[in-house]
């Protein structure tokens, strides 16, 4: 019997022939770490929801900086959790409020290690728990929201972030945080667009990370699970808004959007492993049912596949001691 000249097999023959033919590899230095800093908290403060994840304290956020750093990772990106809410997120714009003191401590730091990010947007910091400002009729108000974010982006850049996520999905956000930040000297402050960040049940984990006060939904402002073109649309004005980089948001339920956004950006696409995606994984591990580590790797392996440049996960900083 004549067996076929052609046999893909052989270059899967031994760990080090895949190794050599991979067609994508992760590196530390294409993952950042999302942080959570707890206004109250005076020592880590597990999330219940997320096994291996805590609302730091400042001087533990530190420690975890640090590690991070030596791991390799590229970045960090920072979510703040105040004491005190009020209807328009007050504490967001204070230099004092826990997230702009983190940014500046990190800064100083572990700014010259790893690039420091901050969330800029509202959710954390309304009594309501809505990305935005609420008018009357209890709407979120999209340009009253922006005039917010336009605040949020000069108390962040001031602090020392290097990298503002935007991440309310409200219209136009990008326009308006850069031309603040150019008005105002922060030329060189980047800004990170959420472009196609979608209203998902995968958020649930992270609700119980910020301590979230929502009530309802969010799917006025963000995207239909159901529309794919839709994402890539959002990314094209985001990336002439003037959007330094774009975000897919979630990652896993959402590769095709990714790889349609990677397909037509020419500036870095990144994606956000999130909260439910990482509990999902930890929960089925914890249990026997997969390997964790062989499942991690594979889920951000899958990531970087379909298009994404750097990937935000919980799991960056176990990755790059895992890869070195």
């Known amino acids: 019997m004549t067996g076929p000249s052609i046999r893909p097999r052989r270059l899967r023959t031994t760990p080090a022939m895949r190794r050599l033919v991979a067609e994508t590899r992760l590196h530390p230095a294409d993952l950042v770490l999302p942080m959570f800093v707890r ?50 997120g007050t504490q967001a714009t204070d230099p004092n409020g826990i997230l702009n003191r983190a940014t500046e401590l990190l800064a100083r730091e572990v700014g010259d290690a790893l690039v420091v990010q901050t969330d800029l947007c509202l959710d954390e910091f309304t009594d309501h728990g809505h990305c935005g400002v609420l008018d009357t009729a209890g709407r979120v108000d999209n340009d009253a929201t922006l005039e917010r974010y336009a605040e949020m982006a000069l108390a962040q850049a001031g602090a020392g972030s290097s990298i503002l996520g935007l991440s309310g999905m409200m219209d136009g956000q990008v326009a308006v945080v850069r031309d603040a930040l150019d008005a105002a000297g922060h030329i060189d402050t980047a800004v990170l667009a959420y472009a196609a960040k979608y209203s998902s049940a995968f958020y649930g984990p992270f609700r119980e990370a910020v301590d979230s006060q929502l009530t309802g939904d969010r799917r006025t402002y963000q995207q239909d699970p159901a529309n794919r073109r839709e994402g890539v649309r959002e990314a094209a004005l985001d990336i002439a808004e003037g959007a330094d980089i774009v975000m897919v948001k979630p990652a896993m339920s959402y590769l095709d959007v990714l790889s349609d956004v990677a ?55 176990e990755i790059a001691e895992w890869i070195r």
Request: charged share 20%.
């Open 39 to 88: 206004e109250d908290a005076t020592e880590p403060v597990p999330i219940s929801s997320m096994p291996g994840v805590s609302q730091h304290s400042l001087d533990s956020l530190v420690r975890a900086a640090e590690a991070a750093a030596s791991a390799g990772i590229g970045g960090v990106m920072l979510f703040g959790i105040p004491t005190v809410r009020d209807a328009t």
């Open 263 to 317: 397909e037509i950006s020419d500036i870095p696409v990144w994606a956000y492993q999130i909260s439910g995606e990482y509990s999902m994984i930890e929960a089925a591990a914890a249990r026997g049912w997969i390997d964790k580590k062989a499942a991690v790797l594979e889920s951000v392996l899958g990531i970087r596949r379909a298009g994404a440049d750097t990937v935000l996960t919980y799991w960056a900083a």
